[in-house]
Each structure stands twice: as C-alpha cells, then as structure tokens.
C-alpha cells in the first residue's frame, strides 16, 4: 500500500484533531441539559401531617436511658396510622438500631441529639446488608431501611455515632485507630467473606454479626425509593456514613458530615439511580463522595450500575478524594455530573478520583464536572489509577473513558492530572477546557491513556497543548 504524502498526512492528523475537539466541546454543552431532566425525576417524599413524639412512648432525653424501644413503637404507630414524622425533641436520646418504614420521617429537632450505643449487641439480630460491595448478613447499621419507599431523616439535630478506638474504629486491626496485638479485628472476617462469592455462597448464608468484627454503616437504604436525607448533622461513624443501595429517588442535602475513623466515606451511592447530593459539608477520614457497585464476582452478580447521579454545591474539607469512582465498581458507573462545588484542605488528596483495578473490571464513563474550585490538595487535582489495591491482578479489564472537566481550577497540588491505565486497556477520552492549576508541584503523569485533550488548560501559569499517550 502507498505511503501518504507527508504534507497530506499532516492535515489529515490535524483535521482528526480538529474534528475530536469540536466533537467534545459540543458535547461538553449539551450532556448538562441532562441535569435538570434527572433532578425532575427524583420525586421528594410526601408524609401525612401528624407528628408522634418518641416521648410519649418512654423515651428519656437524659442521654443515659435506653431509647430503643421507644423509637421503635413511635415508629410501628405512625407507620400503622398512614404514617408521618416520628419526632425526637430536644434532649439526648440513647439508642440501639432504628429500622425505618414506609412514610416515616425521622425528624431530629434543633437542640436534639441521638446517641447510639456503643454495644454491639443493639444492633442485632443481623440484617441483609452489603459489606464493601459484597452482600451478607451483618450487624445492622445505626439507621436501617429495606425495600421501603417514602422514608427520611430531617432536622437540624445531630446523629452521634459515638464510633471510636474504643469499639468500632479498633476491628479496622490498626494501631492508629486504637488496635493493639492480640486484639479482634476484621481483617480475616472481611477476607473470608469477599472470598465466598468466589466459592458460590449465596449471600444469605454469608452470615456475620456477633462473633465476627465487621464494622456497620451509619445509614443504610437497601432497595428504597424516594428517600431523603436533609440538614442534620452526622458524626463518628463506624465506617461509612450514608449508604444508599439498589435505591432510587435519593435526595441528600445540606448535611454535616464529621468523622474521621478508619473508612469514614461521607456518602456512597452504590448501585443506585437518580441520586441528588446537594450543598452537603463533608470532613472525613475516607472518601467524602464515593460511588460505587459491587465488587468483583458479586458485583458483578447483581449486575446494577449507579447512574443518574448528581453533586451540586458541596463542600469538601479533609478525606482521601473529593469525589471519587470505586473501587468497588464492578456493577459500572456513568452519567456522573458534580458542578459548583470547593474542595480545599492539606489533608484532602484528590478532587476527582476513580480507582480501580483487573479484579473490579467494570465501566465508567459520562462523568462530567464544571464550575469547581479546589483549593490545595496534596496529591493530584484529577487521578485515575488501574492500579489501585491489588492492582493488575485479575481477568477483568476496567474501562474508563468519556470523561469532561470545564472551568476547573486549583491553587495547590503534587500534580495536576495522574493517569495510569492499563496498555491493554487504556484511559480514554478524556477532555479538560478552561481549567487552570497553580502551584502543581510534579505537573502530570500520563501514562496508558489515548485522546487526551486539553483546550485552554493551564498549569502553573503555561498553557497545555493536546497530549495524549
């Protein structure tokens, strides 16, 4: 076959060019036309006017009482009268496991506090949960719903998890979080069981809870519809926060999340559709926002992607990324939109972060983010790695690809972009226009990564050319 002329292969190249930047930019516009159409579809949860307060079923505000029993009725007679607000005055009020039903509003007042145990046994009996992204029977987490539809927590009050080194923090078995030698910890529990979806287990028979050390969630939505999370403030949580699973309709807004133990994720949407995570304050020990569906072999199993998912206005301060895909992401992710949000903090590392690797597999693409300023963090402003955890180690190679960031801009950072692919399945599409990151330490790292496109990209004051592997 004949060689092109050199000078016609030269246009040909910049005319590909031409055409993969107008194709991004165009699509850059219109893919946001897609927010409000997923924000109409999220329904918020109606509740009949009738308030039951759990005082007028036991409950003592002292902080010392055991409460239990009185959340529990309170919620059995408003769900049995249609249902309503189970309202928690002002007080402090002890208690184990709450399980929501159907048309309940947890409502937690202003000046009200729930304090939930730090005895294991409240939360048992074991209930169908996933344990990072594997189904099983656990410990319930402190507010717990199952295949219920119309539910919330509002208020201005305050969940206090109470988690610490003391109890919880310590089955993470590390010294930091109060783990000493000879001490239980849930490193062979976690190990075992990700290893029984391998060996055919049915989850309902992967059975944990007492005599094992797997931490819980704080609140949990399995295969809820149209929940709502708003306004009140959540601290020290066994691991991570706010949990929504195989759900639908999820609405989180104006939230305060501050708890730093071991795995203290603010919030993960997994396997969930039409997700709204709005002017939310996150201060954590993990993730602030990680999206996730499943891991490895039951991941895959139940086969539910998280899509539809939107994050405005959010503010992030400490954690390991700002928000962030996986690793637990084997059901895929796509159609991710974050706008309008502030990232800053010496101890946040990453803005936006997917982490994966060839056990994982999996799919994530349509993830969009505009209108974000980020302040300092200490590792990469944007990082995508294949390598994360167990790195290049299974038969399941991950895709990522279709990625646009637009008016991204950031003060201070190790790097401002690190890619690592796989060659054989490398990063793809991705597209940055009008970003601008200071201070960048080490610029980029870029490896295994095609279609790479940068239009009006600045780092440390110089502008960026198209730069692909």
Known sequence: MKKLPVLLLKRVVVFSLLLSVFHVSRISADVWERVPEIIAQIEFPVFPDQDFLITDFGADGDGVT????????????????????????????????????????????????????????????VVFTRFEGVECMNYSPFIYAYDQQNIAVTGS??????????NW???????LYGWEEGMDNGNDDAAALFEMPEEGIPPEKRKFGAGHFLRTNFIQTYKCRRVLIDSVTIRRSPMWVIHPVLSENVIIQNVHIVSHGPNNDGC??????????????FDTGD????????????????????????????RMKDGHGGVVIGSEM???VHDVYVEDCTMDSPNLERALRIKTNSLRGGIVENIYMRNCDIGEVSDAVIKINFYYG??????????????????????KSKYALYLNGFERSPIKDLYLKKCRFSGVRAGNFIQNARDVVFENVFINGIEQKFSAE
Request: proline share 3%; net charge neutral.
């Open 287 to 314: 993730d602030c926002i990680a999206i996730k569906s499943g891991r490895n072999t039951d991941g895959r199993r139940v086969n539910v992607s998280s899509q539809s998912i939107v994050i405005q206005g959010c």
């Open 330 to 332: 084997s059901g895929n």
């Open 169 to 175: 923090w310590a089955w993470k078995g590390n010294r």
């Open 157 to 166: 009050g305050i969940l206090d998890g109470q988690a610490g080194n003391n």
């Open 66 to 125: 055991d409460c239990t029993d009185a959340f529990r009725e309170a919620i059995v007679a408003c769900s049995q009268a249609g249902g309503g607000r189970v309202v928690v005055p002002e007080g402090t009020y002890l208690t184990g496991a709450i399980h929501l039903k159907s048309n309940i509003n947890l409502h937690v007042t202003e000046n009200a506090t729930i304090l939930f145990s730090q005895k294991f046994e409240d939360y048992l009996p």
């Open 390 to 411: 167990e790195g290049d180690a299974g038969n399941f190679l991950p895709l990522v690809r279709k990625i646009q960031l637009t008016n991204i801009t950031s003060n």
């Open 268 to 281: 993960n949407p997994e396997s969930s559709k039409n997700v709204l995570i709005r002017n939310c304050f």
